[in-house]
């Protein structure tokens, strides 16, 4: 069979469909990068020059003043960054250990319990009792206001990833070879953990990453369950910041302060400015992952 | 040619004979710690974290006071209900959220699919990575951030569309936050914006599944690009586009509820257009404080949920027994 990889005719297209493809997603991959574009440029613009032009794609005077007060003057983001990536490791490290820990045994055709502790997950994917009971389960039974369990907990049950390892573990692990281990006088967690756990580490890693992105990008769980600015996530510094400079505008409006706020304090490019601090790891790691997010949703895909 | 055959061996689980159950149980436990004990962790996790407040829904039909604590306040029958449903609130807020939902979900799928084959038909391999890494990278962006994405853009005062745009067909100082008859328009872009790229991926993936064979015989028969994509992808990608529609469908009462929380800046002036269940109960539950009707709005929506879900994975069913949930 002749073998010409792109050369295969029912592949080609016409030199102009060519053409307007490559325009469409051009132009697609435009507006998905220009929004950022525009974050990036009002946090290295100058302030006075924002206010007296607006927002830009480029800034006119370019000012890293925003960055400088990040960094030096402020100990809210370096606080934040702190109980993010605190949340993030605990959490990512967390969820995959129990992730695995619940897929491996319902992943054993001899285990007997199999049956009930699939049904056991998947009510918990049919049926939400919503967010009011969630909340006051945290708050009034289990006091987790301002603590930073509040915010690792919840991202620990995610019944979805724990189907996706239990069907990798059935497409990749034979019966035999903890049949052999077992042989071998191995026992159930040295199994786990040294011929399981390798094995799978493809899709470990891939859930591994979709949860440290969740955890990252959480904004929710502190909205509801953290009042101490000590334990702020970055998220929810943005919250604040974003609905602060929205409060001075209102109140402020026209008197003399609004004016003297503005002066010292860059706030306009000081918010966009953390708002790149905040997305800057994502998108630089993210290029060299894209490969295994593409895997992660085609596995999700397969079975769902 | 190569024939592909897949054969589906199922084994039939050996009848075991019924001995004295107990006794079976018990040895299986014993045989079996080490198992149960490492589901042990886990589970717990998923009793705090969702079978708990499955139960806690009830609350719906308390009357909640702090004194008396949770279980110790009285009950009050539909009440909470009775509040919930004569207040214009609760029609705005479920008609809110389907209609948003349906938009998001009709327009989600058409432009998915469309992306999905218009890519599959980008052959060179470096432009085709590159547009795929950057269509799906806004959805790795939170809630938050795009509500200051979207706030760049209709910034009262600086604006970009505000201040460069908009003059040019004649609006000049537009808060667009104070206009609730822009907002589903502005929604809806931001949620394609966030969702169409990761969904074309997903929809990618089941295009090249597709076996080349079927579009060479095509070829042969003299089926144009058009006549390939009409005849063959899009009929072989129904069953995937029919599950996901479906599953979307079942989710229907939940909303995303960054997007219309924090996109609008809870703004108080747009929510005639933007208030759905989930804002409605955050905001009845922690701003208002007002614990009768927030519980009692969750109740209605998880119920309605569950409903749906049940009825959404029996649709699938009958479609394909494969492709229900459960």
């Known amino acids: ?152 907990l919840p991202g620990l049950s995610s019944a979805f990833y724990i189907f996706i390892t239990r069907t990798f573990f059935q497409q990749t692990i034979p019966e035999e070879m903890i ?104 998108l630089f790691v993210y290029p060299f992952f894209q490969k295994y997010f593409t895997k992660g949703l085609t596995i999700g895909a397969i079975k769902g | ?70 279980m110790g306040s009285p009950w009050t029958g539909l009440d909470n209900f009775r509040f919930l449903f004569a207040t214009s609130d609760a029609w705005r807020v479920t008609i809110n959220t389907v209609a948003y939902n349906i938009s998001f979900i009709v327009s989600g799928l058409i432009l998915s699919v469309a992306v999905a084959i218009a890519i599959n038909e980008v052959r060179a391999k470096i432009a085709s990575r590159f547009y795929q890494t950057v269509m799906i990278m806004p959805n790795f962006l939170s809630m938050v951030v795009v509500s200051y994405i979207v706030y760049a853009f209709l910034h009262p005062e600086y604006g970009f569309l505000v201040k460069y745009v908009l003059p040019l067909f004649g609006h000049t100082s537009v808060n667009a936050y104070m206009h609730p008859q822009a907002w589903p328009y502005i929604l809806w872009l931001t949620k394609m914006w966030h969702s169409v790229g990761i969904g074309s991926v997903i929809y990618l993936a089941a295009i090249t599944g597709i076996s080349e064979e079927l579009y060479e015989a095509a070829v042969m028969d003299g089926a144009s690009k058009w006549q390939q994509i009409i005849r063959i992808t899009i009929p072989l990608l129904t069953p995937v586009m029919v599950i996901l529609t479906i599953l979307n469908l079942g989710g229907i009462f939940r909303s995303d509820f960054g997007l219309f929380y924090h996109v609008t800046l809870d703004s108080g002036a747009l929510r005639s257009t933007t208030d759905v269940i989930d804002t409605y109960v955050y905001r009845g539950l922690i701003q208002l404080n007002d614990l009768g009707m927030s519980s009692a709005a969750n109740f209605y929506q998880s119920i309605v949920g569950f409903f749906l879900v049940i009825g959404a994975n029996g649709l699938a069913r009958k479609l394909n027994r494969d492709s229900a949930l459960f």
């Open chain 2, 1 to 70: 040619m190569a024939i592909q055959s897949t054969v589906n061996t199922s084994i039939k689980p050996a009848h075991s004979r019924r001995q004295s159950g107990i006794v079976r149980l018990l040895r299986n436990i014993v045989k079996y710690r080490v198992l149960l004990f490492m589901l042990l962790p886990p589970a717990i996790v998923f009793f705090i974290n969702c079978y708990i407040p499955m139960f806690g829904v009830f609350i719906a039909f308390k009357n909640i006071n702090y004194v008396d604590g949770i």
């Open chain 1, 1 to 152: 069979m002749n073998k010409a990889g792109s050369m295969k005719p029912y592949q080609q297209v016409s030199r102009s469909a060519k053409l307007f493809l490559h325009l469409f997603f051009v132009a697609f991959s435009l507006a998905c990068i220009m929004p950022i574009v525009l974050i990036v440029s009002i946090s290295i613009s100058d302030e006075k020059m924002l206010t007296l032009k607006g927002y830009k794609f480029w800034p006119d005077v370019i000012d890293l003043s925003a960055y400088r007060f990040l960094f030096t003057d402020s100990s809210t983001l370096l606080k934040a960054y702190g109980v993010t990536l605190t949340v993030t490791c605990i959490g990512t490290i967390l969820a995959v250990l129990l992730i695995a820990m619940y897929a491996y045994p319902i992943f054993r055709k001899d285990f007997p319990f199999k049956k009930f502790f699939n049904i056991y997950l998947l009510i918990t994917m049919l049926f939400s009792g919503g967010l009011v009971p969630f909340y006051l389960l945290y708050i009034n039974y289990l006091d987790l206001r301002d603590s930073l369990i509040a915010l690792i």
């Open chain 1, 179 to 282: 049949e052999s281990g077992k042989l071998d006088g191995a026992s159930e967690w040295r199994i786990f953990f040294q011929l399981v756990l390798p094995i799978s580490l493809p899709v470990l890693a891939t859930i591994g990453l979709f949860t440290t992105l969740m955890y990252w990008n959480d904004w929710f769980n502190s909205l509801l369950f953290i009042n101490d600015t000590d334990k702020f996530s970055l998220q929810y510094v943005m919250i604040q910041m974003i609905r602060q400079a929205e409060f001075f505008k209102n109140q402020l409006a026209g008197s003399g302060v609004a004016l003297l706020v503005r002066e010292t304090v860059p706030t306009e490019s000081l918010r966009m400015a953390m708002v790149v601090v905040s997305i800057g790891p994502i």
